[in-house]
């Protein structure tokens, strides 16, 4: 309740004469506010931040403003719905293996940010992180990138969390036994013990 308090979430309550807090109605509702508000995990796009001024704004008792912003937290909480609901869309269908045809065309990064209606930054955060799905690596990038352990890592736990069948990763379980060998066999080469 101190950490509550401190923070703005809810009014600092009057005190008896022997030092207890008195709690009315009002710090309960604020204080059941503020807990559902903060109890959703993934806030993105300053969500969490706009919440945390609706409900500062309510214990200033500044009504007012936090009907405010409410309603400009739920026009961008609709938002936010809409695309992830086009999000799942979008994964069903490439699931589904509708149009599967990619076209042979070469974009820029600000061709390919605008295709996909995202910021260039957002674009080079999906980069620089390895954020790129592999499907949409170019053939021979995928190639390479199939030599590296972290990618067959990555093949065997997707297909086990879409209960894919087991021959699909007997590729990947070869691979990475083949990666191991051969690491193991030069670390024993080169390593030295002295």
């Known amino acids: 309740m101190r950490l509550y308090e401190e923070l703005g979430l809810i009014p600092k309550p009057e005190r008896r004469a022997n030092g207890y807090r008195v709690f009315r109605d009002f710090h309960v509702e604020q204080l ?4 559902t508000a903060l109890k959703v995990e993934v ?3 300053g969500l969490r931040k706009q919440a945390i001024e609706i409900i500062k704004a309510s214990c200033a008792l500044n ?5 405010h912003l409410t309603e400009h937290y739920i026009e961008q909480l609709t938002r936010e719905q809409r695309n992830a609901e086009e999000a799942i869309a979008i994964t069903e269908k490439l699931l589904s293996g509708e149009n599967q045809e990619l076209s042979s065309a070469i974009l820029t990064r600000k061709e390919t940010a605008d295709l996909l209606q995202i910021s260039m930054d957002a674009l080079r955060n999906w980069e620089m992180n390895g954020t ?3 499907e949409v690596m170019p053939a021979a990038l995928q190639k390479a990138a199939s030599l590296l352990p972290l990618t067959q ?3 065997m736990l997707k297909a086990a969390s879409l209960g894919m069948p087991m021959e699909s990763v007997i590729l990947p379980v070869v691979i990475m036994f083949v990666l191991i060998v051969i690491c193991v066999g030069i670390s024993l080469r080169l390593f030295k013990w002295e």
């Open 63 to 67: 009504f007012t403003r936090a009907i």
């Open 132 to 134: 790129l799905p592999y």
């Open 153 to 155: 890592g990555i093949k």
């Open 43 to 45: 806030l993105q796009n």
């Open 32 to 35: 059941k506010l503020a807990r």
